[in-house]
């Protein structure tokens, strides 16, 4: 897993002195990879330019966002592809040197297209790590090495290869690549009871700014802490993640119950945000919050689904559900008791039915275009503020709102364990998406729509600062402007991402990356230099 030591040579400098504008940057970056390769033609790699066939379906592969592929946005010099690690080390030596802005591609899912799209610097590539995709689990040591192009459903699919009672705290969406996704967070259902995918990391390998491979020892305890949720693309190139394993019973029950507003829907929701953030931290019951047409009379309602996964057996869940929530009417005949691994993908939303090795595509469910955001609710929400609520919600033609309960472990840990701040006191986290099928064409109206009942939202939500989860990137709440002044914009967002903690990861970012090689809309910046930390 060790890759060769590589030796950052005196060639790259030459090789950008004898630079000119005639020469295409994509064949400097290549002669330059050459150079720095100590091992030529061992492992393949891949560079795609716009003139090759295969660059649009390269480039939309992992591209989740629709709404970020559309022609108006600009596109990539070229994809880098690297297959083993050492390439990586030399394309952010190569990027570096021949001046070229560089984003790093795992998964695409971020919702604001960051890793395949710079809206603010040209020209730039995209470092996209869909190859370095293996997973090494080690049950005896509880623990995995797992590589940064793998999805967080791929390694669900290994470790319950190896172990029917192992398993890792981490997203609901299979597709989600671990690049991306562990380095902001991590949440899944599991989070009640065992916490972040973050918060459940030993080891990692990242590549910094000067192109070396750092692990968990040689990176040093600060910027270990910073790449647990301070966010992707602001330290370095994560290589691998070491996570520990988390047990699981033999036995998981998951159910999926949906109540329309004239099967009252109100009175259930108003109650589940009392009870769904205090229960047995075993339950995780969330609930999507949609629009159907109501069957009897046609017109259109609210649907609440509440979707629930328990770590045990259907007679505990039910012993638990009637004491704690009898509202809800849950019955023996609505749960369905699965291992482990089947209760990831019925979570996930995947029909009955089917089979674990459906994680080993990696693909998303389905792609289209959104606009979503994030909101952490600390005070319930009166039961007559939910129906004026319904009104504004139905004023868009594809809301989605999807309430994650806190409370348990989540409260345990501290705000300043990690970079992710939202923990005691928070009861769930709001997340809104406003999706659409037909392009530009209904954009401005959904973008519009969202924006506007975020605003509406607000009296209701967590204040000074109104916190905002970085995996759910939300470019509204201010952005880094391409150089280093843009120091004081950056404090609007990161105090949101971050609360106090912005305070740190700005410091660890200095010292680790002062010239600001990794950075993106909103990645951390560093100090303005000649200020004092
Ligand atoms: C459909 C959907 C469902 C989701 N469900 C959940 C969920 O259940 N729980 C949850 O916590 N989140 C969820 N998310 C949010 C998700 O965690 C983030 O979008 C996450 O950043 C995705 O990681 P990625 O590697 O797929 O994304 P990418 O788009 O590849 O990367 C995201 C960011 O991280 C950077 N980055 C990527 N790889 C690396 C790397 N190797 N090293 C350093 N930086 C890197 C990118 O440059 C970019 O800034 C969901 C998102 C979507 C679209
Ligand atoms: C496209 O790029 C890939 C990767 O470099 C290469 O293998 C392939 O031959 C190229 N195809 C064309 C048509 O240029
Ligand atoms: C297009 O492809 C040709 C040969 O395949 C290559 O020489 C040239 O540099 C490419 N141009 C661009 C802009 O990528
Ligand atoms: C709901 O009804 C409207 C109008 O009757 C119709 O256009 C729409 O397609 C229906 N939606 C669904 C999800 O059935
Ligand atoms: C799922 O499928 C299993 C086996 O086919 C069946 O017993 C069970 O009732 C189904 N559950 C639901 C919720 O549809
Ligand atoms: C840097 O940003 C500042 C503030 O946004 C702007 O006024 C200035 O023109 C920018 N400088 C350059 C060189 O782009």
């Not at 940064?148 to 597709?175: D, F, M, N, Q, W």
């Not at 979570?347 to 459906?358: D, H, Q, S, V």
Request: charged fraction near 20%.
């Amino acid at each position: 897993m060790q890759s060769p030591m590589l030796f950052i040579s005196t060639f790259v400098v030459l090789l950008s002195i004898s630079l000119t504008n005639s020469v295409p940057i994509q064949e400097t970056f290549n002669s330059c990879l050459k150079l720095q390769s100590q091992i030529p033609n061992q492992f393949p790699s891949a560079v795609y330019t716009p003139n090759n066939s295969s660059f649009t379906s390269v480039l939309e592969s992992t591209a989740n966002n629709l709404r970020y592929l559309l022609p108006s946005v600009p596109k990539p010099e070229f994809i880098f592809t690297p297959f083993h690690d050492s390439q990586v080390q030399s394309a952010v030596v190569c990027a570096k040197q021949l001046g070229i802005h560089m984003r790093i591609r795992s998964g695409g899912h971020d919702y604001e297209g960051l890793s395949y799209v710079s809206l603010i610097e040209k020209p730039f590539m995209i470092l996209d790590l869909a190859k370095l995709r293996d997973i090494d689990v080690n049950i005896a040591q509880n623990a995995a090495w797992i590589q940064a192009g793998a999805t967080i459903g791929e390694v669900y699919y290994r470790i319950s290869e190896k172990s029917a009672t192992h398993g890792y705290p981490a997203g609901l969406c299979t597709s989600l690549g671990i690049g991306g996704h562990i380095t902001g967070g991590a949440y899944g259902s599991m989070m009640r009871k065992y916490g972040l995918g973050a918060d459940n990391v030993l080891d990692a390998k990242i590549v910094d700014a000067n192109g070396r491979i750092l692990d968990r020892k040689a990176m040093g305890e600060d910027l270990f802490w910073a790449i647990r949720g301070g966010g992707g693309g602001s330290f370095g190139v994560i290589l691998w993640w070491k996570i520990q394993l988390v047990h699981v019973p033999q036995i998981v029950t998951v159910f999926r119950v949906t109540k329309t507003l004239e099967q009252g829907a109100n009175k259930v929701l108003y109650r589940w945000q009392k009870v769904a953030p205090n229960i047995d931290e075993n339950l995780f019951i969330r609930v999507l919050i949609q629009t159907s047409n109501e069957s009897v009379s046609g017109h259109r309602t609210v649907t609440t689904s509440y979707n629930a996964q328990f770590l045990g057996s259907a007679n505990r869940l039910i012993k638990v559900m009637k004491q704690s929530f009898p509202e809800l009417g849950l019955k023996r005949k609505d749960v369905l008791e699965t291992s482990w691994i089947n209760s990831v993908l019925y979570i996930a939303g995947y029909p009955n039915g089917t089979k674990p090795e459906i994680l080993l595509q990696g693909k998303p469910t389905m792609k289209v275009y959104y606009k979503a955001k994030s909101d952490f609710v600390r005070k319930v929400i009166p039961e007559k503020s939910l129906n004026s609520l319904w009104k504004k919600f139905l004023q868009d033609d594809g809301p989605l709102m999807i309430w994650n309960p806190y409370g348990g472990k989540m409260s345990k840990i501290s705000e300043s364990a990690t970079p992710f701040p939202h923990r005691k006191g928070t009861l769930y986290k709001v997340q809104y998406v406003s999706g659409w099928i037909d392009g530009e064409k209904s954009m401005a109206k959904h973008m519009d729509w969202m924006r506007k009942f975020y605003n509406y939202m607000g009296p209701y939500v967590s204040k000074n600062p109104r916190e905002t989860y970085v995996n759910y990137r939300d470019l509204d709440i201010g952005m880094n402007l391409k150089n280093s002044t843009s120091f004081s914009n950056a404090w609007s967002f990161g105090y949101k991402y971050f609360k106090g903690n912005f305070v740190r990861l700005v410091k660890v970012k200095s010292k680790v990356d002062p010239s600001n090689f990794f950075r993106h809309e909103q990645s951390i910046p560093p100090l303005p230099k000649g200020s004092k930390g």
